[in-house]
Nanobody, 114 residues
Framework: QVQLAESGGGLEQPGGSLRLSCAASTSFTINRVGWYRQAPGKQREVVARLTSGGSSHYADSVKGRFTISRDNAENTWSLQMNSLIPEDTARYYC?????????WGQGTQVTVSS
């Protein structure tokens, strides 16, 4: 089975940028990759998704600020986060869906505070 590892989280000032990366342990058939986040006391929400066909979807709260991209050759995908605001503070999880299966990473913390 595929294992995922997130990286790139940390503490950033409002208006700053962070880039999250998710690395898969091996090659696999992919239907969709994505990023989700969950803040304490709040429901987990989808942040961005990207299909194998190149179609992307973003939560309204991050449109125009976040960009999801995929590197098929390296089995990695990233979330570029610009113009960060305190409301972006959460633990971010990467996810991949293949043929009848899905796998989650352990998450990486993002904190936006001045």
């Amino acid at each position: 089975q595929v294992q995922l590892a997130e990286s790139g989280g940390g503490l950033e000032q409002p208006g700053g940028s962070l880039r999250l990366s998710c690395a898969a342990s091996t090659s696999f058939t992919i239907n969709r990759v994505g990023w989700y986040r969950q803040a304490p006391g709040k429901q987990r929400e989808v942040v961005a998704r990207l299909t194998s066909g190149g179609s992307s979807h973003y939560a309204d709260s991050v449109k125009g600020r976040f960009t999801i991209s995929r590197d098929n050759a390296e089995n990695t995908w990233s979330l570029q986060m610009n113009s960060l605001i305190p409301e972006d503070t959460a633990r971010y999880y990467c996810n991949v869906e293949g043929g009848g299966w899905s796998t989650w990473g352990q998450g990486t913390q993002v904190t936006v505070s001045s």
